[in-house]
């Protein structure tokens, strides 16, 4: 019996292509289950309040994978998940353009705030925009901490360095290689830059004791976030994302944060279109 039932879950691994295990968090009971890879949503528990809305009009339920824009990608594009939750315009464009993901929808945003050390050792905090904040950061070499995971943080922040024509390298510039709460409270920790989402700052700021806000406000800093599917996606996959941006869905985003932080910690899609590529 032990060895049909080892055999029986085998089985089921190598039907759904990821397995239980690989879920970071499983929302709700129901018999059908989609599998969705999102990084700071997730984190911030914004996911969960949108899958438990769900799983009320369906039998479904949600796996929660931990991931990255960039490994998100990844997954929707070899099927082993039916749905990315991303801020990665370029690379979800070219997704599209490749044929392997569709339905790209706009769900809201969020922006990036570049925080650091109170007394500010590189005076970003009177720059005319990012690029130069950016650009005092590495002429300074202030300690600055990089996720270097590939994932929209760091896509944006190497756009950055990019168009302030600063390719950072030494002892100074920090790869941490965590996600985005884990790296906010090594900078905090050690007094490094870094540029961390509105989102998990507002979560964290009662928490920091050595950070705040030094730079903020630039158009470039905006932060859309998308759902996509495969290219043949699933019945209730596709629900799913027309739910992300149904009115319901739009509600859950906007309001997200309000009750427990006092303030949202995202902007609904309506807000995010002026700035969605």
């Not at 569709?102 to 905090?125: C, H, M, Q, V, W």
């Not at 509600?251 to 899609?269: P, R, S």
Request: with cysteine; hydrophobic share 40%.
């Amino acid at each position: 019996m032990k060895i049909l039932s080892k055999m029986a879950l085998v089985a089921i691994i190598s039907l759904t292509g990821v397995s239980a295990m690989d879920c970071t968090a499983i929302y709700g009971k129901g018999k059908e289950q989609i599998k969705l890879a999102t990084g700071s949503p997730g984190e911030l528990g914004l996911l969960e309040a949108l899958a438990k809305a769900f799983n009320t009009k369906h039998n479904s339920s949600l796996c929660w994978i931990k991931a990255g824009s960039g490994e998100s990608l990844r997954l929707l594009k070899e099927k082993q998940i039916d749905i990315a939750m991303v801020h990665a315009p370029k690379a979800e464009k070219e997704a599209i353009k490749e044929g392997w993901a569709a339905n790209r929808t706009l769900i809201g945003s969020n922006e990036f705030y570049i925080l650091g050390p109170k007394d500010d050792p590189a005076d970003i905090k009177n720059s005319k925009n990012a690029k130069e904040a950016y650009s005092k950061i590495a002429q300074k070499q202030a300690l600055f901490y990089t996720r270097a995971d590939n994932s929209g943080t760091h896509k944006k922040e190497m756009s950055i360095w990019k168009n302030a024509n600063v390719k950072p390298s030494g002892a100074w510039y920090v790869a941490n290689k965590d996600f985005m709460l884990a790296t906010l409270k090594k900078a905090d920790e050690t007094k490094g830059y870094f540029m961390s989402d509105s989102s998990t700052y507002k979560l964290a700021k009662n928490e920091l004791k050595n950070l705040e806000i030094l730079y903020a406000g630039d158009k470039v800093l905006i932060n859309t976030y998308v759902a996509m599917t495969t290219e043949n996606p699933s019945k209730l996959a596709l629900e799913f994302v027309k739910f992300l941006s149904s009115k319901e869905g739009q509600d859950i985003i906007a309001n997200y944060g309000k009750e427990k932080y006092k303030e949202n910690l995202y902007e609904n899609a309506a807000y995010a279109k002026q700035y969605f590529e």
